[in-house]
């Protein structure tokens, strides 16, 4: 089959690799009819090389139609329609049970001392083969994939692999007061359907940031007010404090993650981990602070004492510092991790009917024949050709 396989720093092809095959009695192979590129793969793009291998497929946002099915599997059928969720969760284990997918016990990686596998997702989560493929293996087929109706385009259903679940789950852990102030960094993907969920479920103010200019264009057309960054830190402050009372938000999710822009030094020093020899790289970004902390720094200081910073955005250096002088002296509550994708499925179904509320419909801005992958890699990086949202047809 044809995938798309990362072979280096800004390096990613689409090659013809083996077909994958049912290996457990309750495996299921599905055939990808659509594939998301997320946010989370330009960090193995570009910084989290250390972790990967030539040839690892990548991609954790794909849905299709099942093509095989293992002797145990009850609960799908050849030609059932279904989206697989980015964490691969047994549904039975104790912390599935909890509704904390993204820690399952029966995927968790002891080894790395990480989490549950992911698809498509680093040597530290399993180096499971990814969804950016014409078929996926997916193991646990009596709980993981996600059966939806047939009849709406992929569009409609795609995004409960990631995108809805992470926006979702961000939201939650704010836990903004209803007559209070969410602000959002960064409108990629994920913040910008953070914007969406939040309005949706009646946040009285959300306010969204970022310095892209097609991005904050976007959110405000959807009637959410969004401050540019590229005004400076200051600016973006002080605007947040106008709004609030002087206090700040309620609650800051970061949508951004370790690429911040505006973090010079941290920047420089992943691109030269990066370009070190995998095991080098590997004991210096778990022991150096790597991170660029630039967003997290303005979720701290955009917070309101007694606030709470949620963060969806993906950080990846053992060591980053962090200022706990200030977060304890402003009693900030964090919360944040990958998204438990099942945890959110139940509240997503009923928003994703032809009235479409959170507008999935026409979220992508991009879709591209899987073939094309690799040049929508450095699109999506570069940000260029207004792509915020690139879906890939095998
Ligand atoms: N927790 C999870 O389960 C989960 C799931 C999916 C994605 N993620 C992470 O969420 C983050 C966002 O993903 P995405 O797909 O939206 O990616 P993205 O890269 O498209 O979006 C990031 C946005 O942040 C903006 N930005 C950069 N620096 C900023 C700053 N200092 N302040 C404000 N905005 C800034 C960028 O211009 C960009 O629009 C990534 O770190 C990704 O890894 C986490
Ligand atoms: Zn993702
Ligand atoms: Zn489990």
Redesign the pocket.
């Known amino acids: 089959m044809r995938a798309l396989t990362w072979h280096g720093r800004r390096d990613v092809r689409v090659d013809t690799v083996p077909d994958p095959v049912l290996e457990q009695p309750d495996d299921v192979v599905v055939q990808i009819t659509s594939s998301g590129l997320?946010?989370?793969d330009?960090?193995l793009y570009e910084v989290l090389t250390p972790f990967l291998s030539p040839g690892d497929v990548l991609g954790h946002e794909p849905m299709g139609v099942v093509a095989e099915v293992g002797p145990a599997v009850t609960e799908l059928s050849v030609g059932d329609r279904v989206v697989i969720p980015?964490n691969v969760s047994c549904g039975h284990c104790w912390m599935c049970g909890r509704g904390l997918q993204?820690q399952c016990e029966t995927t968790q990686n002891r080894e790395q001392g990480t989490g549950a596998s992911l698809f498509g997702y680093t040597a530290l989560y399993g180096q499971v083969p990814g969804g950016q493929a014409e078929y996926l293996r997916v193991p646990f087929g009596n709980s993981l994939p996600i059966r939806v109706p047939q009849g709406p385009p992929d569009d409609r259903f795609l995004f409960l692999s990631?995108?809805l679940p992470?926006a979702y789950?961000a939201v939650q852990y704010a836990a903004t007061p209803a007559d209070g102030t969410l602000v959002v960094?960064?409108?990629?993907?994920?913040?910008?359907m953070c914007t969406r969920i939040a309005a949706h479920l009646g946040v009285r103010q959300v306010v969204g940031?970022?310095?892209?200019p097609e991005?904050l264009a976007r959110v405000e057309a959807r009637g959410i007010p969004a401050l540019d960054?590229s005004h400076g830190d200051d600016e973006v402050l002080g605007a947040i404090r106008s709004m609030t009372r002087g206090r700040g938000a309620d609650a800051v999710i970061d949508?951004?993650?370790?690429?911040?822009?505006?973090s010079p030094v941290a920047a420089a020093a992943q691109k030269v981990v990066a370009a070190m020899p995998s095991g080098l790289g590997r004991t210096v970004m778990e022991t150096v602070g790597s991170d660029r902390t630039?967003?997290l720094e303005?979720a701290i200081g955009a917070v309101r004492r007694g606030g709470t910073i949620s963060l969806?955005?993906?950080y990846g250096g053992s060591a980053t510092p962090l200022p706990m002088l200030t977060l304890f002296d402003k009693q900030v509550q964090m919360r944040m991790?990958?998204?438990n994708v099942w945890r959110w499925v139940p509240d997503l179904l009923p928003l994703l009917g032809d009235d479409d509320p959170l507008g999935v419909d026409h979220f992508a801005t991009h879709r591209m024949p899987l073939e094309e992958a690799a040049q929508a890699y450095s699109m999506?990086q570069d940000?260029t050709d207004g792509a915020?949202k690139v879906l890939f047809t095998p």
């Open positions: 997320c946010g989370s330009l960090h980015f993204s990631d995108v992470t789950q960094l960064g409108l990629g993907p994920i913040g910008d940031v970022d310095l892209v991005r960054l949508a951004v993650g370790m690429e911040a822009h505006g630039a967003a303005l969806s955005g993906v991790g990958q998204a999506f940000k915020v």
